[in-house]
């Protein structure tokens, strides 16, 4: 038997899948914002990127999508959908290696033709670079910048790439605070479902979805 708080995240589900249902529900909202926290979805764009954008439309939230340039060139209609339902859109590299592993020329063309495709998609140039796996070093660094990108990791982990169920991907977004940033995936079943919750739980605490700042790389007002 389902609890009743699963409930949201099955009409969202519902929702991306038939594109009839209709939620009645007014979407979680902090009366004050006291504070900003970054959601960030890996890996897109991908057919799993519409639900996903419906589910944080209609939760109020805005996120940062951080797109493989393989996926932006094969996905070009998901990237215009991100940017149109006012989400963010930053580089995660165009094929996803170890880019610690690779030489200067092969890391640079990895970030240059991930920002030509995001761009000729309709994303916009990005200014945020979240590098795959989170590993970096100092030639990494050096490429990004290069670019004029700000890189960014993660403060909270959802582990949703580890097979974490929707409830530890609720408690992780639980644990996020003021300027911080959670690690999620555009392909995960169960980060999809977590939506509605991880909207209710950052309201109740006075917590805003907020944009990246490439200058501090924070959480701060959109």
């Not at 796996?133 to 050096?142: D, I, L, Q």
Request: positive net charge; contains cysteine.
């Amino acid at each position: 038997m389902r609890s009743a708080r699963t409930l949201p995240a099955l009409a969202a589900v519902a929702l991306a899948a038939t594109g009839t249902l209709t939620l009645h529900a007014t979407p979680a909202r902090a009366a004050t914002c006291n504070g900003y926290v970054g959601l960030t979805y890996d890996d897109g764009p991908s057919g799993n990127t519409p639900a996903l954008l419906n589910a944080l439309k209609q939760n109020g939230l805005r996120a940062t999508m951080f797109n493989e340039g393989q996926y932006a060139a094969a996905y070009p209609a998901q990237v215009k959908a991100q940017v149109a339902a006012g989400m963010w859109v930053g580089n995660h590299s165009y094929t996803h290696p170890h880019l610690t592993q690779l030489t200067q020329a092969q890391i640079d063309s990895e970030l240059s033709r991930t920002q030509s495709a995001v761009a000729a998609a309709g994303g916009g140039t990005p200014k945020l670079f979240r590098p795959p796996y989170g590993e970096t070093n100092a030639t990494v660094k050096t490429v990004a910048a290069k670019y004029g990108l700000t890189q960014i990791i993660w403060d909270v982990d959802s582990q949703d790439w580890n097979g974490a169920g929707t409830d530890a991907i609720v408690a992780a977004a639980g644990r996020l605070t003021g300027g911080q940033i959670i690690l999620m995936h555009d392909w995960a079943a169960n980060t999809l479902a977590a939506v509605p919750r991880i909207a209710q739980g950052l309201a109740a605490r006075g917590l805003c979805a907020g944009q990246i700042s490439p200058t501090t790389g924070r959480a701060v007002a959109p």
